[in-house]
């Protein structure tokens, strides 16, 4: 009897987890575990196999938003740390292997249905090109896929870290703005959830009105009621994502397109076609035309990462 492999995609605060059978990425048994209600790791896998009614699998692959390079993985918004080789002994499993998080949101994209795919703007993929995955969420992920013979490539990358390059006088004034409370200011210092709130109160502080909101989510509510602070705070958001995945499409040669992910733009849908996103991203001087002719979707498919994983768990490029 084939037995399915254990896969997973875990967070600071979700772990969660489905079973593949052997070659497929077809998702089985989707749950998802809150983190702080387990000691750790192993005791998630442990609950999620009982709720489930499965045996332990000999094979799994599991991605963790966190550095994953060492034998001795912690994560950075939980108390979970765990030792990958001794994970593999305590559970009997032949083959554990282990993902960064966004590593597998690029992998997971090539497996995402054309239904949960929302294209922004004009473009067409060149097959077999690269392709680019940036995504705002708690940070900004950046990926890229190349393809091979047999795979894809995933190259991951910490492009979330390259420093924000002001386009126009208002971004300049951000820029200092941002430089006079943190020194060096990389994309995600504006490029994520944090990062949407700050820019709010950048905002407010160089129209010199008052502050009203605290959390990304109030500012995204008020501007859908109409309030030109926060209106206004979002549409730069996007625009400076625009320019900055114009950069990586760039850097990359992403002929084969963007694929935008992570948990901010989907909620964004309606902003996305009525803001500068797709002229910054293609306002790149002389190769203004390059970057116009790239598509980019914004990603909607729940369960990315862990089609990432299913791919990566029998992918031979990535170890």
């Known amino acids: 009897m084939t037995t399915p492999a254990l896969i997973g995609d875990i967070g600071g605060t979700n772990a969660r987890f489905a079973l593949v059978m052997p070659g497929s990425v077809e998702l089985q048994s989707i749950e998802t575990l809150p983190c702080a209600r387990y000691a750790g790791l192993v005791e998630a896998i442990q609950a999620y196999l009982e709720r489930v009614g499965a045996e ?6 599991l991605a963790f938003a966190c550095p994953v390079h060492e034998d001795r993985v912690k994560m950075t918004n939980n108390d979970w740390a765990f030792s990958k080789r001794e994970v593999a002994e305590t559970l ?37 090109n690269p392709r680019l995955v940036i995504g705002p969420g708690t940070g900004l992920g950046v990926a890229g896929l190349v393809p ?42 504006l490029l994520c959830g944090q990062g949407l709130l700050d820019l709010y109160l950048a905002h407010a502080a160089l ?17 859908r009621a109409g309030d030109r602070v926060a209106r206004e705070t979002l549409m730069r958001f996007l625009k400076i994502l625009g320019s900055a995945s114009g950069d990586a499409a760039l850097m990359l040669g992403a002929l084969g397109g963007v694929y935008l992910c992570g948990g901010i733009l989907p909620r964004l849908l309606e902003w996305l076609p009525r803001s500068d996103f797709r002229r910054a991203f293609a306002d790149k001087g002389r190769l203004s035309a390059y970057n116009a002719g790239i598509p980019t979707w914004v990603v909607t498919a729940p369960w990315t990462g862990l089609l ?4 990566a768990l029998h992918n031979e490029e990535v170890t």
């Open 207 to 223: 129209l010199n009105v008052t502050a009203h909101y605290n959390t990304p989510a109030e500012v995204t509510g008020a501007a």
């Open 92 to 128: 009997g499993m032949a083959t554990f292997k282990v993902i960064n998080d966004f590593t597998a949101q690029a992998l997971g994209v090539p497996h995402v249905d054309e239904k949960d795919l929302v294209k922004i703007g004009e473009g067409e993929a060149e097959p077999r």
């Open 148 to 189: 091979s013979q047999r795979h894809w490539i995933p190259l991951t990358t910490e492009g979330g870290h390259a420093t924000f390059a002001p386009t126009d006088e208002r971004e300049r004034q951000l820029l200092d703005y941002f430089r006079a409370r943190y020194g060096r200011v990389s994309l995600e210092r």
């Open 56 to 61: 332990t699998p000999s094979e799994a692959c």
């Open 308 to 311: 990432g994983a299913a791919e």
